[in-house]
């Protein structure tokens, strides 16, 4: 029982010392709004090379937008009458295209938090 109180009061006393620390922290730096960022440069915002250029193809069970950069075909949404749209994506050199179901890339950043001050 006596060990009881002992570190009953052990562990007051270090909660008592450590809420103390915790307010007389100094207060943190005087922080500066950020920046605006400044515009794209005119010849680059209205360049329609740049642009992907969209062609909408509808066929009897399926529509196709065709995406395009500099006249290469980049991408193709296939949205069918019946069913969920799909993707077909180019993928690489050779000129191959890749079905995907979303355009999402699967890479999850982890969020893990390894210390914090």
Do not use: C, H
């Not at 006393?13 to 922290?25: D, F, M």
């Not at 690489?92 to 210390?115: E, Q, Y």
């Amino acid at each position: 029982m006596r060990y009881f109180y002992f570190a009953a009061s052990a562990i007051i006393a270090v909660g008592i010392a450590l809420s103390a620390a915790a307010e007389t922290a100094p207060p943190p730096p005087a922080l500066e709004p950020v920046p605006e960022a400044p515009p794209p440069p005119p010849e680059i915002a209205n360049d329609p090379e740049l642009q992907p250029q969209i062609t909408i193809v509808r066929r009897e069970n399926e529509t196709l937008e065709e995406y395009r950069v500099n006249g290469r075909l980049t991408m193709v949404k296939v949205t069918p009458r019946q069913g969920r749209p799909y993707y077909l994506v180019a993928g690489g050199a050779d000129g191959a295209f890749i079905r995907r179901d979303s355009l999402d890339t699967g890479l999850r950043v982890p969020l893990w938090v390894l210390f914090s001050f």
